[in-house]
C-alpha cells in the first residue's frame, strides 16, 4: 500500500466515526438536497436538458482544438490576451511574471478550483505576493489555514459556530455573532480590499469560443467585483470549459445552478468579452488557459467525457462514501465521485488508484448528473486500468485469482462444507471487513444443496 493510500484509509477510518462532523454534513446537505429537488421541478424535461447538454459537451471535446484556437482569435480580437499553460508550474510562473510586472503586491481572487489545482495561493505568498479570497466560504476557509471542502460549497464543514468563533479568535468579532453580523462584517472588511488591489484573479465557468468571452456565475458579487475593480484582470481556466456559443449558456447556466444549488439561476452571471479600460474596468484582461494532465484524459476515449464536467457538485452531494469521509479526506483538488475518476489520470494512478476503489457503485452520481457522465462506469474502468497496470498487491491478485476460479466452479464450491468455508471467509476476508463489522456467516446448506433436495 503506498502513502497516500494509507493516510487515506487512517483518516476515512477516523472521520467516518466523527460524529459532530457526520452531524453537520448532514444538515448541510440535507439543506441542499431540499433545495435541489424543488429546483428540479421546475424542469417540465429536466432528461432532454441533461441530453442536450451531455451533446453540446461531447461535441465540443471532440473538436476541442477548433474552438480554443476560436476563442483565442475572438478574444484576442476583443483586446484581451490568451497563454497557455502546460502544467502548473507554468502557469504559476505566467501569473507571477504578469504581477511582477506590474508591481503588484496585494490581489483580490474569486472562488476558483482550477487556482486550487495549481496552488495559486501558497506560490503568490512564496513570490511576495498577497491573495485575498473574496467568496464567503472561500475567505472562511483562508481565514482558518484550510482548503476549501467542498467544489461548490468551501466552508460545508463548518457550524455557524465554528465560523463565529473563528470571526471572534482573527477579528474580535462578539462570540456569539449571527451569520448576518458575519456577512456584513466581511463586506466591510473586502470593499477596501477590491477597491485598492492591483489584479483581480478570477477562475471561468466557460470560455465562450464564438465571443471570445468569459462566462462567470456567482451569488455573492465579489466575482464581479474583483474583474471590474482592479486594473488588471487575470482569469485561470481549465481547456475543457469551453463552449461553442454564448446561446449555449441558457441551458448550461441554469442546469449549473438548479444541481448545484437548487436555484433556478445564480443571482450574478456575466460575460466578460475583453479589457473595458474606456468604462472604468480593467486596462488589461489575461486568460491563462491551462491543460496539467487535461489533455492525458483527452487522449483516453472511454474517460473523455468526464472533461465535460461543469464543477456543480451534485454527485458530490449524493455520494455515501464522501458523506461518511468528507472532503479532506480525499487529499486532493476534486473529490468525490468525479474526483476518484479524473485524479489517477490528472495526478497519476499509482497514488489515486484507491479513489476509484472506495466507492460502492451505487450509480447514485451517474444519475444525477446534468451533463450526463458515467461516473460509476468510470470508477469501473479505473479499477481495471489499475489491476492492468499492475498497481494492486500481489497477495490481492492471489485472492482475487483464485476467487474468481473457485467462485466459477460449482463443483468446487460444493467441494466445501459451510464451516470449512466460514473460516476461509475469516481467515482472508476479516481485516478487509473491519474490525467493526461483524464477518456473516454462511448459512448451512447451499442453495444448490436445498435445490437438489428439493427435486
Ligand atoms: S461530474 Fe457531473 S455531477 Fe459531478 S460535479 Fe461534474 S457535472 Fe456535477
Same mark, same amino acid.
Given at each position: 500500500?503506498?502513502?497516500?493510500?494509507?493516510?487515506?484509509?487512517?483518516?476515512?477510518?477516523?472521520?467516518?466515526?466523527?460524529?459532530?462532523?457526520?452531524?453537520? #454534513?448532514?444538515?448541510? #446537505?440535507?439543506?441542499?438536497?431540499?433545495?435541489?429537488?424543488?429546483?428540479?421541478?421546475?424542469?417540465?424535461?429536466?432528461?432532454?436538458?441533461?441530453?442536450?447538454?451531455?451533446?453540446?459537451?461531447?461535441?465540443?471535446?471532440?473538436?476541442?482544438?477548433?474552438?480554443?484556437?476560436?476563442?483565442?482569435?475572438?478574444?484576442?480580437?476583443?483586446?484581451?490576451?490568451?497563454?497557455?499553460?502546460?502544467?502548473?508550474?507554468?502557469?504559476?510562473?505566467?501569473?507571477?511574471?504578469?504581477?511582477?510586472?506590474?508591481?503588484?503586491?496585494?490581489?483580490?481572487?474569486?472562488?476558483?478550483?482550477?487556482?486550487?489545482?495549481?496552488?495559486?495561493?501558497?506560490?503568490?505568498?512564496?513570490?511576495?505576493?498577497?491573495?485575498?479570497?473574496?467568496?464567503?466560504?472561500?475567505?472562511?476557509?483562508?481565514?482558518?489555514?484550510?482548503?476549501?471542502?467542498?467544489?461548490?460549497?468551501?466552508?460545508?464543514?463548518?457550524?455557524?459556530?465554528?465560523?463565529?468563533?473563528?470571526?471572534?479568535?482573527?477579528? *474580535?468579532?462578539?462570540?456569539?455573532?449571527?451569520?448576518?453580523?458575519?456577512?456584513?462584517?466581511?463586506?466591510?472588511?473586502?470593499?477596501?480590499?477590491?477597491?485598492?488591489?492591483?489584479?483581480?484573479?478570477?477562475?471561468?465557468?466557460?470560455?465562450?469560443?464564438?465571443?471570445?468571452?468569459?462566462?462567470?456565475?456567482?451569488?455573492?458579487?465579489?466575482?464581479?467585483?474583483?474583474?471590474?475593480?482592479?486594473?488588471?484582470?487575470?482569469?485561470?481556466?481549465?481547456?475543457?470549459?469551453?463552449?461553442?456559443?454564448?446561446?449555449?449558456?441558457?441551458?448550461f447556466w441554469p442546469l449549473l445552478s438548479t444541481h448545484g444549488t437548487g436555484q433556478p439561476m445564480t443571482v450574478y452571471n456575466s460575460v466578460i468579452t475583453g479589457p473595458s479600460a474606456q468604462t472604468g474596468g480593467p486596462q488589461k484582461m489575461v486568460v491563462v488557459v491551462l491543460d496539467n494532465g487535461r489533455s492525458k484524459l483527452m487522449a483516453r476515449k472511454r474517460h473523455r467525457s468526464a472533461l465535460g464536467c461543469i464543477?456543480?457538485?451534485?454527485?458530490?452531494?449524493?455520494?455515501?462514501?464522501?458523506?461518511? #469521509?468528507?472532503?479532506?479526506?480525499?487529499?486532493?483538488?476534486?473529490?468525490?465521485?468525479?474526483?476518484?475518476?479524473?485524479?489517477?489520470?490528472?495526478?497519476?494512478?499509482?497514488?489515486?488508484?484507491?479513489?476509484?476503489?472506495?466507492?460502492?457503485?451505487?450509480?447514485?452520481?451517474?444519475?444525477?448528473?446534468?451533463?450526463?457522465?458515467?461516473?460509476?462506469?468510470?470508477?469501473?474502468?479505473?479499477?481495471?486500468?489499475?489491476?492492468?497496470?499492475?498497481?494492486?498487491?500481489?497477495?490481492?491478485?492471489?485472492?482475487?485469482?483464485?476467487?474468481?476460479?473457485?467462485?466459477?466452479?460449482?463443483?468446487?464450491?460444493?467441494?466445501?462444507?459451510?464451516?470449512?468455508?466460514?473460516?476461509?471467509?475469516?481467515?482472508?476476508?476479516?481485516?478487509?471487513?473491519?474490525?467493526?463489522?461483524?464477518?456473516?456467516?454462511?448459512?448451512?446448506?447451499?442453495?444448490?444443496?436445498?435445490?437438489?433436495? *428439493?427435486?
Amino acid at each position: 500500500m503506498n502513502d497516500q493510500t494509507n493516510k487515506f484509509n487512517k483518516k476515512a477510518e477516523q472521520i467516518a466515526f466523527d460524529e459532530v462532523h457526520r452531524a453537520k #454534513i448532514k444538515f448541510n #446537505i440535507g439543506q441542499y438536497d431540499q433545495a435541489v429537488l424543488t429546483g428540479k421541478q421546475r424542469y417540465a424535461h429536466l432528461e432532454l436538458a441533461r441530453q442536450r447538454a451531455a451533446n453540446v459537451k461531447h461535441k465540443t471535446l471532440s473538436h476541442l482544438d477548433k474552438y480554443l484556437v476560436e476563442f483565442e482569435t475572438n478574444f484576442t480580437a476583443n483586446g484581451g490576451k490568451l497563454l497557455w499553460a502546460k502544467h502548473a508550474e507554468e502557469a504559476v510562473e505566467l501569473i507571477v511574471k504578469l504581477l511582477k510586472a506590474e508591481n503588484i503586491k496585494k490581489l483580490v481572487k474569486s472562488k476558483s478550483m482550477t487556482s486550487e489545482e495549481v496552488k495559486l495561493n501558497e506560490n503568490l505568498e512564496k513570490a511576495g505576493i498577497e491573495a485575498i479570497e473574496t467568496d464567503l466560504g472561500e475567505f472562511i476557509v483562508q481565514q482558518a489555514g484550510e482548503k476549501p471542502y467542498h467544489i461548490v460549497t468551501p466552508a460545508m464543514h463548518k457550524s455557524k459556530e465554528d465560523v463565529a468563533d473563528l470571526y471572534y479568535e482573527k477579528f *474580535k468579532t462578539p462570540a456569539d455573532s449571527t451569520p448576518e453580523e458575519i456577512t456584513a462584517y466581511t463586506r466591510q472588511l473586502l470593499r477596501d480590499e477590491f477597491q485598492n488591489a492591483g489584479a483581480g484573479i478570477t477562475g471561468a465557468n466557460f470560455l465562450l469560443a464564438d465571443v471570445g468571452g468569459i462566462a462567470v456565475t456567482e451569488n455573492e458579487g465579489n466575482a464581479i467585483m474583483s474583474m471590474a475593480f482592479p486594473k488588471l484582470h487575470i482569469v485561470l481556466v481549465g481547456i475543457e470549459k469551453i463552449l461553442p456559443s454564448i446561446d449555449d449558456l441558457d441551458l448550461f447556466w441554469p442546469l449549473l445552478s438548479t444541481h448545484g444549488t437548487g436555484q433556478p439561476m445564480t443571482v450574478y452571471n456575466s460575460v466578460i468579452t475583453g479589457p473595458s479600460a474606456q468604462t472604468g474596468g480593467p486596462q488589461k484582461m489575461v486568460v491563462v488557459v491551462l491543460d496539467n494532465g487535461r489533455s492525458k484524459l483527452m487522449a483516453r476515449k472511454r474517460h473523455r467525457s468526464a472533461l465535460g464536467c461543469i464543477r456543480c457538485g451534485a454527485c458530490l452531494n449524493v455520494c455515501p462514501v464522501y458523506k461518511n #469521509i468528507g472532503g479532506y479526506t480525499y487529499d486532493t483538488t476534486y473529490t468525490g465521485p468525479i474526483g476518484a475518476v479524473i485524479t489517477p489520470h490528472m495526478q497519476d494512478m499509482k497514488s489515486y488508484k484507491h479513489l476509484s476503489f472506495a466507492s460502492s457503485l451505487c450509480g447514485q452520481c451517474t444519475e444525477v448528473c446534468p451533463v450526463k457522465i458515467p461516473l460509476h462506469e468510470l470508477l469501473l474502468l479505473n479499477r481495471a486500468e489499475a489491476v492492468k497496470e499492475g498497481w494492486t498487491l500481489p497477495s490481492e491478485r492471489f485472492v482475487m485469482s483464485t476467487a474468481a476460479r473457485v467462485l466459477n466452479s460449482r463443483s468446487i464450491t460444493d467441494m466445501a462444507g459451510s464451516s470449512t468455508k466460514n473460516l476461509v471467509l475469516k481467515y482472508f476476508f476479516s481485516k478487509s471487513w473491519g474490525p467493526r463489522r461483524k464477518m456473516p456467516k454462511l448459512a448451512k446448506k447451499s442453495f444448490s444443496q436445498l435445490w437438489k433436495e *428439493k427435486q
